[in-house]
């Protein structure tokens, strides 16, 4: 079972950065490695996905170009770099880890483990 272990998250002002990390308790080449966030009052949505090999990535629409999903391979850790902060990014944030099979997936059900999650809060 793969453990999954968030930090990085804070408060921060609208339009600020933070890059959020998702440690791994073990090598994870045989994962897609995802990003979520659930806002207050809001069902859990997706924001990014990385597979390992390439590596290839793949974001949600509205946030392509601000959020950048990265990994460090001989830290089993992947990264979210979040720009030009907005008071709706404000959420908790969740990294989840899929077997890798067939294309890279968004609906969170097929994610096999979880992180705890980090809140991340954006003033206005």
């Known amino acids: 079972q793969v453990h999954l272990v968030e930090s990085g998250g804070g408060l921060v002002q609208a339009g600020g950065s933070l890059m959020l990390s998702c440690a791994a308790s073990?090598?994870?080449?045989?994962?897609?490695m995802g990003w979520f966030r659930q806002a207050p009052g809001k069902e859990r949505e997706f924001v990014a996905v990385?597979?390992?090999?390439?590596?290839?990535?793949y974001y949600a629409d509205s946030l392509r170009g601000r959020f950048t999903i990265s990994r460090n391979n001989a830290e089993n850790t992947v990264y979210l770099q979040m720009t030009s902060l907005k008071p709706e990014d404000t959420a908790v944030y969740y990294c989840?880890?899929?077997?890798?099979?067939?294309?890279?997936?968004?609906?969170?059900?097929?994610?096999?483990?979880w992180g705890q999650g980090t809140q991340v809060t954006v003033s206005s």
């Open positions: 989840a880890a899929r077997f890798i099979e067939g294309t890279l997936q968004t609906r969170e059900y097929v994610y096999n483990y």
């Open positions: 073990e090598r994870i080449f045989s994962y897609d």
């Open positions: 990385i597979r390992w090999s390439g590596p290839t990535t």
